[in-house]
């Protein structure tokens, strides 16, 4: 057994995580939510919101170690913008960046933002206001969500492609 190996390994189940984390958000937790009794909901959301955004950035840290870690092994010429396998390579690697700034903007912007505590001493006006804002955040945080499994599954079919040679 070699190390590209086990790289390729850890590599492959970082993304089978990684993935899995952002299919059961959207197609389990976020149905799920909507049974629940409005009591529940924020406890529950703030709880997967936080398990989820450490699993997450983990994944993508060891997707981009172990995906570094197989380049040297290449060719130089494929590496090149010139190559299907390059092109990929890029495409891939800037994919990467936008899930990391998605998972980071979910866990330290748009996710605490759900969570906001309302004083009690608010007039209707301040209190109607504040949860509107609250329903912006879910709004947002639905749009980041979605676009962070658009964007996953786009990423694993590059993945999934440079041991054929790349996709573009």
């Excluded at 699993?55 to 981009?64: F, P, R």
């Excluded at 396998?85 to 994919?95: A, N």
Aim: proline share 4%.
């Amino acid at each position: 057994m070699s190390w590209t190996f086990v790289a390729r390994y850890v590599d492959l189940l970082a993304w089978s995580v990684y993935l899995g984390g952002a299919l059961i958000m959207e197609l389990v937790w976020r149905p799920a939510q909507e049974h629940m009794p409005m009591s529940q909901i924020g406890v529950a959301c703030q709880r997967m919101g936080r398990r989820y955004r450490w699993i997450a950035l983990a994944m993508l840290c060891v997707i981009g170690v172990t995906s570094l870690t197989m380049l040297p092994g290449r060719a130089p010429d494929t590496l090149t913008l010139s190559s299907r396998f390059g092109r990929s390579v890029l495409t891939l690697v800037l994919l990467w960046f936008v899930l990391v700034a998605l998972v980071a903007s979910m866990a330290f912007s748009a996710h605490p933002a759900l969570h906001v505590r309302m004083s009690s001493d608010l007039d209707p006006d301040a209190r109607a206001a504040a949860r509107a804002e609250v329903g912006r955040a879910i709004r947002r945080m639905d749009r980041i969500l979605r676009s962070e499994l658009v964007i996953a599954l786009v990423a694993t079919v590059f993945a999934a492609s440079l041991p054929a040679g790349g996709l573009l």
